[in-house]
Structure formats: structure tokens, C-alpha cells
């Protein structure tokens, strides 16, 4: 294989060039800015240390998206796994960081280039879902990029949260866990402020 | 002594026989060696030192990947299709591995002999093998620590009339809890942090963890002859503001398959070959899922206790790739990656996870032969550029449909795959759908645990970075103990071959600093 074509196919980068371009002039043609009231409510009480407002409220939204509603398991806003996910990028800033905050570009407005006529956010939640379905299952390599990169980072802090151990059959550990100061559990968080409560997703979508 | 970045509270300058860059199974082998011969040694460790006696191997895999993990579990390849795998810690890349514990077999011993390495052929090698194979209480596992898994390996391989052995394993009073690759709580794997670290600091060497070398200096001779590094504050990753300079005889860069490259790169040190950071290889993993009707508990007990290397060499017919060219394995995840790697989301994924104790799933180590490439970035950070192609992509597809033929014939109900489609196989009667499945553009994930190749040793300058005494063609006292050094991959899990050949390296060492005075 040659130089050129491994180039090509850095994550994000340079291939996905056009597309970000495109999916940048949606939102700045639907003008809507990073501290829109819109994405505050998203916060459910979170505060975004790495991402911006904008970045952590569809984050939030694809992240409880992905996980599904299930009876008995605990929410994403309960397991907090988009604060989980925005700790760790603080951790690592750099290329995770980068293309996360393309990836959610992506999703947010990359529907407009789908004809929802919406950004992701104010989507019902089937039809966030058949967005991210139709991300998955895109001959475009960006698109399926971005799905896995988002469903990495969501499951891997959902999953390890003790809480949604009973859901796969796990009667977790042997040993007693021992805070670690470099880690991402709910213990290196900072407390929920009160800012915002849950926000709740109508019938139709609209929050 | 073992120093850690938090103990830290002033800048150090040291001034030591050898300066040892890495604590897995190049580094404490050679650390350990050349403190017995009574030489100064100090260990520099990137990551930060954790201990079972101090219960920091809590068996959670966020805590764990966080503590001992290079990329904390999140570092890929550019394109996305390798997830790296390499250690952070003290012991290196030894705390999560499997504790498989192979010998570089003699057929590959024989291919690197002929591509002009000396002085590392099996022979050589053999007392070395056997002493590792002491020190670390190599042995066969007993049927007790069998799980499910590696019970229906045998079985599935029998019924197919291939030949399954009995994996060496590297522990000693195993608990069975399956926390394997999170590091073990008991201190029974045979990791570097419980062999040859505490071995070396017996004889006399020093380490310092959270200690991050910037730096291989040279004196006006073009000679290395020291580092400097900063000490890294664990909380947050980043300088803790204070730093190390030390001067040293000998230079041994050991730093890792996935970092030793970088650390020259990053230093600015000669690279007339061209060679510094090519033939990136790293044993791509390919796996499968498969559903019971009965339970299999994947996480529990030894992870592969026997595997077939049936398959391991590739062969061909009139120049043309028949099958092979890779181990096959039993594969064993903790319940939260199990989850994450299984393919979908929503309720699709829920349903599939709901039933995971019924999961089981196989595992193949490809000997790859076309290379991938490490470069820095403009931010000097570390960058892996690799694609699975050609004849390693045939055997990524063979090792497929042998992988499905085993779980089909183990009683799998339905065989999945985590590629980002989810497919799905029925019967053994459609393993042809692995002639094409898309598995590379994002599509499948590989995991990559034996990085090697990108300062490979070999006897001209004009090809290679390091010469069979393990010393830089073009940097004089410098010495890599890695499998960076590998001109090939071992085709077996590395890491005792890794020890072996840091026996050469540090017998060489020793015999130069025996000359030196």
C-alpha cells in the first residue's frame, strides 16, 4: 500500500474534510450557537469540563440514544456516561478529543444533509435512532467512523458502571474497589449541580 | 527502591552505570541482569507503579485500563482499525497479558538467522528459554482452571480433527478470577512487577515510575550518554513540573513495542536507514461470538489454557495463499468489554447482552508480514498508521471461517461477528460470507497487543536500526531490548521470547561496560 493511500485514510482528518465542511456550513446556516438555552436544558445538571456546552448536550443525547431504554437498567443521566466520557477526553485532549467534538458536529447536523429538517437534538428519539442506524450501516467511511467511535466511548463508560452490571448476568469483582485519582469512574466526577433537571423527550421529540 | 511521581518533590540528577528506558519484559530482564553483574542501574517507567498488596488491582476494567493501560484503553489507529493494547506501568505490557508462555519456535528463529541476525538463533536462545521458563514457573495449566470455553475449544477441535495443545502458562497459585488483562489482584500471573522488577531492585537497582523520558542526550562523539525526562503527576497525566537528568554509560531503550520508536523519533537521534518507526507489525486480532444454550461465563478462570498452532505458519500452493498463518485461541473478556464489543445498539444490543453468560467466543493472532508505520505528529505525539492488507487480510478471512467452523462445531446456535454490521452466521454452511465481509474502513475492530518491528535489528545500516549485539547502528552505548528489534513477528505471543532476547542484550551491555572500565 502506498504512502498517499494510507494518508488518506486518517481518522477524521483528512478524508473527512469535505464532509465536516459541509455539515459546519448547516449549522452555521441554522445559526445555532454554542451556548444556545436549547443545549443548557440537554445538560441535566452536568458541567462540561472538556467539551463545550453545545459538544456535551449531543453527546448526552446520542449517548442515552445508544444505550436504549430498558426497564430495571439505570439511565444514562444516572450513570452519568457523558460526564464519564467528557472526563476522560480531559484527560487525553488531542486527536480523541478532536475528532469527538467532529463526530458530534456530524451528528448533530449532519441530518439536515439526511432531510430530517432538524438537528439530532430536537429529534424524537426513533428518529435519532434511525439516524444513528443509518450512520452504522453508511458506505461512507466517516459516517461509520463516527457511529463506532461514539458507541465505543458510550457502551465502555455504561458498562463499567456497576449499576448495569445485573443486566449481563455479572456479579462483578472480587475485590474491593480503591479510588484512583487518574480515573473516570463517578468518584472523580465533581458533584450534579443543580443548574438543570433531566431533560424529558416528548412523544414527538421536541425537549 | 521504587520511586513514584507523587514522592516527587524536587528536579534529580543521577549519574549511573545504565539507564534503563522501560519496565516490561525487555527492561526488568535487563535491569536484573546487569544489577546481579553489580553494575548502577536505574529503571525509568513512564507509568506509574501499582501493587496487589496495596490493592490497587481492583478488577474494574475503567479503573484498571486508566491505571496500567498505554492508551487507557482508548488509543487506536489513525484509520480506527487497531485498538491498541500495550502497558503503562510498572512490568509493562506484562501486567495485562494472558501469561501465555511460548517459545520463539525454532522455525522463526531460523528465517530471522537468515535474514542476517546472529547470536540469537534457537540454540543460543535455549538456556535462556529454560531459565525464563524457571523464573517464571512456566507450566501446563491443570484441568481445574479450564473454563467453559477452553473446554469446548478441545471438543469443537477434536470433532474437527485438528490438534489442540496445552497453552504454558506464566502463574503461580492462579485464583481463577479471570481478571487477567486488568492486571492480577493476587500477584500469581508472572508479570515483570512480580519477576524480575523485584529481582532487579533486589540486586540493587533503582526505579522511578510516572517518569517520562523527553530526551536521549549524546556527547560530542555522537555517543549516547544520559536522558532527560519530567515526572508525570498520575491525576491528571500531565507534568508534575519537576525533572530528571541523568548520565549514563549505556543508553537501553526499552520502551515498548508501541513507544520505543517514538522515544527516538521524539530525541532527534540519527536515522540514516530510514528504518526508525517502519515495519510496524502487531499481530492483529480477529474474533468471533457465538450463542449457547448453555452457560459459558467467558470472563471466568484462565483465559486460554490450550489453542491450536495447527495454523500458526501460513502455506501456500504454487505461490498462492492457502490457509493458515495464525494461533487459535479460546477468548476470554471481562462482562464490560464483552458488552461494548458486541456489535449494535438500542434495543438490539440489550437483547444480545442480556444474554451473555450464554456468549462464547475464539480468538486469532495473526503473523502479519506487510508492515504499518509509527510517525509523530506535530504535536511529537505518537501516531499508527496500518491496514490490514494482502496476505494478512487472507488471513485475517481464513482465521474467520476456522474461528466459526470451531464454534459451530462446539454447538453454537448462531455465530457473531463485531463487525459494525452485526452479521450474523446461521450455519457452519455460510462461513463463505468471510470471502468479503467488509472488515476494514471501520467496519471491524482489531485488537493489536504485539507491536514490533520499527527498530529491527539486522546487519546492515542501510536496512535496519539496531545490530545483532541489540546496540543502534548510529548511536554508539545505545541498546534497544524490545520487540522493536524484531525483524518478524515470533508467531507466538512474544513476551518470553522478548526476555530471551534481553538476555542477549544484556549480555552484551555487560561485556561493554566490562571494556569500558
Given at each position: 500500500m502506498s504512502e498517499s493511500a494510507l494518508s488518506r485514510r486518517g481518522f477524521l482528518k483528512t478524508g473527512a474534510g469535505a464532509a465536516l465542511l459541509l455539515v459546519g456550513y448547516q449549522a452555521a446556516r441554522h445559526g445555532?450557537?454554542?451556548?444556545d438555552e436549547e443545549y443548557r436544558a440537554l445538560l441535566a445538571g452536568e458541567q462540561a469540563q472538556a467539551l463545550s456546552i453545545k459538544e456535551f448536550a449531543v453527546l448526552s443525547s446520542v449517548v442515552r440514544c445508544l444505550v436504549g431504554p430498558a426497564q430495571g437498567a439505570p439511565t444514562t443521566e444516572e450513570t452519568r456516561t457523558a460526564a464519564r466520557i467528557d472526563r476522560e477526553l480531559m484527560i487525553h485532549g488531542g486527536k480523541l478529543l478532536q475528532d469527538l467534538r467532529d463526530s458530534l458536529l456530524v451528528v448533530e447536523h449532519g441530518t439536515f444533509l439526511e432531510g430530517y429538517g432538524e438537528r439530532f437534538t430536537r429529534l424524537s428519539a426513533a428518529q435519532q435512532s434511525l439516524f444513528l442506524q443509518s450512520c452504522r450501516n453508511s458506505s461512507l467511511d466517516l459516517r461509520r467512523q463516527v457511529y463506532g467511535g461514539l458507541r465505543f466511548l458510550t457502551m465502555f463508560f455504561y458498562y463499567s458502571d456497576d449499576r448495569s452490571w445485573p443486566l449481563l448476568g455479572y456479579q462483578g469483582p472480587w475485590q474491593a474497589i480503591k479510588f484512583y485519582e487518574g480515573g473516570n469512574r463517578i468518584e472523580n466526577l465533581a458533584p450534579l449541580s443543580n443548574l438543570s433537571s433531566t431533560p424529558q423527550i416528548t412523544a414527538e421529540g421536541s425537549v | 527502591m521504587i520511586l513514584e511521581g507523587n514522592k516527587v518533590d524536587r528536579s534529580y540528577e543521577e549519574q549511573v552505570d545504565v539507564v534503563i528506558i522501560g519496565s516490561g519484559c525487555g527492561g526488568a530482564t535487563v535491569a536484573k541482569l546487569l544489577a546481579a553483574e553489580g553494575h548502577s542501574v536505574l529503571i525509568l517507567e513512564k507509568g506509574g507503579y501499582f501493587s496487589a498488596r496495596r490493592g490497587?488491582?481492583?478488577?474494574?476494567s475503567d479503573n484498571m485500563l486508566a491505571r496500567i493501560d498505554g492508551g487507557r484503553g482508548m488509543h487506536t489507529s489513525v484509520n480506527n482499525e487497531l485498538a491498541l493494547m500495550y502497558g503503562n506501568c510498572v512490568g509493562g505490557a506484562s501486567v495485562h497479558y494472558w501469561a501465555d508462555s511460548w517459545r520463539m519456535p525454532k522455525d522463526r528463529c531460523d528465517e530471522i538467522a537468515a535474514s542476517g541476525v546472529t547470536g540469537h538463533s534457537y540454540e543460543e536462545l535455549t538456556p535462556y528459554f529454560e531459565q525464563i521458563e524457571k523464573d517464571h514457573n512456566v507450566h501446563l495449566a491443570a484441568s481445574e482452571y479450564y473454563n467453559t470455553m477452553n473446554r469446548l475449544f478441545n471438543e469443537g477441535a477434536e470433532t474437527l480433527g485438528w490438534h489442540a495443545e496445552p497453552t504454558p502458562q506464566a502463574r503461580r497459585g492462579c485464583a481463577k478470577s479471570g481478571h487477567c488483562y486488568q492486571g492480577c489482584s493476587y500477584d500469581a500471573k508472572q508479570s515483570q512487577l512480580v519477576t524480575s522488577v523485584p529481582a532487579a531492585i533486589e540486586a540493587g537497582a533503582r526505579l522511578m515510575a510516572d517518569c517520562q523520558v523527553e530526551n536521549i542526550t549524546r556527547n560530542a562523539k555522537g555517543e549516547a550518554d544520559g536522558i532527560d525526562a519530567v515526572f508525570i503527576d498520575r491525576a491528571s497525566g500531565r507534568p508534575n513540573g519537576h525533572r530528571l537528568q541523568v548520565q549514563a554509560r549505556i543508553v537501553v531503550l526499552a520502551a515498548g513495542g508501541y513507544s520505543s520508536a517514538a522515544v527516538w523519533l521524539r530525541a532527534k537521534l540519527p536515522n540514516g536507514s530510514g528504518q526508525v518507526g517502519k515495519n510496524f507489525l502487531c499481530n492483529p486480532n480477529t474474533f468471533l461470538y457465538a450463542l449457547y444454550d448453555r452457560e459459558i461465563k467467558l470472563w471466568e478462570n484462565i483465559p486460554a489454557a490450550t489453542g491450536t498452532s495447527q495454523y500458526r505458519l501460513a502455506t501456500y500452493k504454487n505461490g498462492e495463499y492457502v490457509e493458515g498463518g495464525y494461533l487459535l485461541h479460546p477468548n476470554q473478556l471481562q462482562p464490560e468489554f464483552l458488552a461494548l464489543t458486541l456489535p449494535g445498539f438500542g434495543e438490539d444490543h440489550r437483547e444480545l447482552v442480556s444474554q451473555l453468560p450464554n456468549i462464547g467466543s475464539v480468538v486469532s493472532w495473526i503473523d502479519d508480514e506487510l508492515p504499518g508505520e509509527i510517525r509523530l505528529n506535530n504535536n511529537g505525539d505518537a501516531e499508527y498508521h496500518y491496514q490490514l492488507r494482502g496476505v494478512d487480510e487472507l488471513k485475517a478471512r481464513d482465521s474467520l471461517k476456522k474461528q466459526a467452523q470451531l464454534l459451530f462445531a462446539t454447538g453454537a446456535k448462531e455465530v457473531i461477528v463485531p463487525d459494525t454490521a452485526g452479521t450474523r452466521l446461521r450455519s457452519v454452511d455460510e462461513i463463505g460470507v468471510f470471502d468479503d465481509l467488509p472488515i476494514s474502513n471501520g467496519n471491524y475492530l482489531f485488537g493489536a497487543p504485539h507491536p514490533a518491528g520499527t527498530l529491527r535489528m539486522g546487519a546492515d545500516p542501510a536496512s535496519s536500526v539496531v545490530a545483532s549485539n541489540h546496540e543502534a547502528h548510529e548511536v554508539p552505548n545505545l541498546f534497544v531490548a524490545d520487540p522493536s528489534v524484531f525483524p518478524m513477528q515470533p508467531s507466538v505471543d512474544p513476551s518470553i521470547s522478548i526476555m530471551a532476547w534481553s538476555y542477549v542484550a544484556a549480555k552484551e551491555i555487560n561485556s561493554r561496560l566490562v571494556s569500558l572500565g
Open positions: 445555532l450557537g454554542d451556548d | 490497587d488491582f481492583d478488577q474494574r
